[in-house]
């Protein structure tokens, strides 16, 4: 039993030192010995050869057909129930009421039901082609002897490979950062301090990175946010963090947690100054943006990163921007991330699986690849408020992630349509029927 012992403890060793000698030591100096790349070209490969196994062509062309179930049109409701007028043409303003007016309603209704544009972020992005992980497709993998040989190969390397490692890595990742900030948060205030910080945060990010298989391509780095300014950025997964932080160091924003989420919390505020609140707190909007311009307004701290959706979007859009981080002032820095669905669905679906279960998705994946944007820096035009300023950063993220820009709010997710939505399209209706100016005479100012 003891040599038994003595056997484990040697191979852990060896394990260890070859986790920390290729892996750690390089992701601590930035440095890249090519395993990521060779590995993710290897992968490519496999990709490709699976799809001509599993005929992507056809796969494609019923993807195409299913995905365009319905055809939506892009006009006005003006326009709209004027081309269901069209056998009798009357004026929209003239203040009559047709009964054709109501397929307009029940068309759009009925077009929602199949396919909306709001309930269809909060699930999983769809896929061209089969990546061979069974999460994506539970069937693909029957079709052939040797697309099974090959799917069951992806299986043995996922959890018994890379799912090791990468937990070694994350272990080794998370305690860096919580010895190393509370070491650092013992040190007097100074440039040495935070320099230190600096350097303890950038290389646990680095080594959790490494933990996911990351490939991560930063473009336009001139615009990288600077301190004393805010970023914000499109929100898919919690792990969005872990990929800015590879670049650069950023003052969280975040309501106070308790468990292993605190203890991580209380140490690395103790070296750099991020910004937590307690739940009462969150409540408190005066009090929130309060903390947040006094932060903007010392040039000598960190960017502060803030993902103004609230909730995690599957990756194909950007829904609405909280008008509260574009209040407070100060230059914002928008960047726009996007993932490739090909390697491995990093979209948190909060509402099914939760955090340990995410995160062991992440890990059992291919690996995370994805693009990352600096956008130069924008601030609030002259008569512009925070909602349109909100919208302009949003619309400019959308367009260089090549997203789909949504003006529906995030918080659908979990809560009912606002009757404020509703009483809209009423009101643009009634305007139409019996004219602007008696809607706005009934109405009254507000």
Same mark, same amino acid.
């Given at each position: 039993m003891e040599g038994a012992w003595e056997i484990a403890f040697v191979l852990f060793q060896v394990w260890l030192s070859i986790v920390v000698g290729l892996i750690v030591l390089p992701a601590m100096f930035g440095v890249s010995l090519g395993f990521t790349d060779i590995y993710i070209k290897v992968l490519v490969k496999t990709l490709e050869v699976k799809a001509f196994l599993l005929l992507c062509l056809v796969s494609f062309q019923i993807h195409n057909v299913l995905s365009g179930i319905i055809e939506k049109d892009d006009g006005s409701m003006e326009e709209e129930i004027g081309e269901l007028r069209r056998s009798h043409p009357k004026n929209l303003a003239g203040g009559d009421f047709t009964m054709c007016d109501a397929f307009y309603f029940c068309k759009k209704g009925i077009e929602n039901i199949v396919e909306d544009q709001v309930t269809q972020r909060f699930t999983s992005e769809e896929l061209a082609s089969w990546n061979l992980l069974t999460r994506t497709n539970n069937n693909f993998r029957y079709i052939s002897v040797r697309l099974t040989i090959i799917w069951g190969l992806g299986v043995f390397i996922r959890y018994c490979i890379l799912l090791p490692l990468r937990i070694t890595l994350a272990?080794? &990742?998370?305690? *860096?950062?919580?010895?190393?900030?509370?070491? !650092?948060?013992?040190?007097?205030?100074?440039?040495?301090?935070? *320099? @230190?910080?600096?350097?303890?945060?950038?290389t646990c990010y680095r080594i959790c990175a490494r933990g996911l298989s990351a490939t991560i391509r930063y473009h336009n780095k001139e615009n990288r946010p600077k301190k004393g300014g805010i970023c914000v950025a499109n929100h898919t997964s919690p792990i969005d963090i872990v990929i800015l932080a590879n670049d650069g160091c950023y003052a969280m924003v975040g309501q106070v947690h308790g468990g292993l989420m605190g203890v991580i919390q209380r140490s690395i505020v103790r070296s750099c100054p991020h910004v937590w609140f307690e739940r009462s707190e969150m409540k408190d909007r005066h009090a929130v943006a309060k903390r947040l311009k006094d932060h903007i307004a010392d040039k000598t701290k960190l960017p502060i990163l803030i993902f103004p959706e609230g909730t995690c979007i599957n990756n194909t859009s950007v829904m609405m921007f909280k008008k509260g981080s574009f209040e407070i002032g100060g230059t914002i820095y928008p960047v726009a991330i996007k993932y490739d669905p090909q390697f491995g669905d990093a979209f948190w679906n909060s509402a099914k699986y939760n955090m340990v279960s995410y995160l062991l998705r992440m890990m059992t994946s291919w690996a995370i690849v994805c693009n990352v944007w600096y956008l130069p820096?924008?601030?609030?035009?002259?008569?512009?408020?925070?909602?349109?300023?909100?919208?302009?950063?949003?619309?400019?993220?959308?367009?260089?992630? &090549?997203? !789909?820009? @949504? =003006? *529906?709010?995030?918080?659908?997710?979990?809560?009912?349509?606002?009757? =404020?939505?509703k009483e809209e399209q009423q009101k643009m209706y009634s305007s139409m029927i019996v004219g602007s100016d008696f809607h706005e005479a009934s109405v009254g100012p507000a």
């Open positions: 272990v080794i &990742g998370l305690s *860096w950062l919580v010895i190393g900030t509370t070491l !650092v948060g013992l040190l007097p205030s100074c440039n040495a301090k935070n *320099w @230190l910080s600096d350097l303890v945060h950038i820096p924008m601030t609030r035009q002259d008569g512009e408020d925070a909602v349109q300023f909100a919208n302009r950063v949003k619309s400019a993220i959308a367009h260089q992630g &090549g997203l !789909v820009d @949504l =003006s *529906w709010d995030g918080g659908l997710k979990r809560e009912k349509v606002k009757e =404020s939505f």
